[in-house]
Nanobody, 115 residues
Framework: QVQLVESGGGLVQAGGSLRLSCAAS????????MGWYSQAPGKQRELVAT???????NYADSVKGRFTISRDNAKNTVYLQMNSLKPEDTAVYYC?????????WGQGTQVTVSS
């Protein structure tokens, strides 16, 4: 089992920045890819960014050039640096990890961007 705890959400004005963190614990050696997903009110959860165990990254088109995902394997933590935030980025952001057998999810952290 893997446990994920997110932090770093909050309220920010448009154009501002936030950094989300996700700390993994438990059977961390089983983790392959990690990522961030967002879910806005009334919408489905969607991919924001992912990073493989080897460091390969993938981004949703809507965040390319603004968000950066990174991973510190020594700290078992994945980060999402969010710059140039827009009101449409407002959502609950969830951390995800997979071990090749199943997905694990954090509890989510709210990001609100005011115009």
């Amino acid at each position: 089992q893997v446990q994920l705890v997110e932090s770093g959400g909050g309220l920010v004005q448009a154009g501002g920045s936030l950094r989300l963190s996700c700390a993994a614990s438990g059977n961390i050696f089983s983790i392959n890819g990690m990522g961030w997903y967002s879910q806005a009110p009334g919408k489905q959860r969607e991919l924001v960014a992912t990073i493989s165990s080897g460091g390969t990254t993938n981004y949703a088109d809507s965040v390319k050039g603004r968000f950066t995902i990174s991973r510190d394997n020594a700290k078992n933590t994945v980060y999402l640096q969010m710059n140039s935030l827009k009101p449409e980025d407002t959502a609950v952001y969830y951390c995800n990890a997979d071990d090749g057998l199943q997905d694990y999810w954090g509890q989510g952290t709210q990001v609100t961007v005011s115009s």
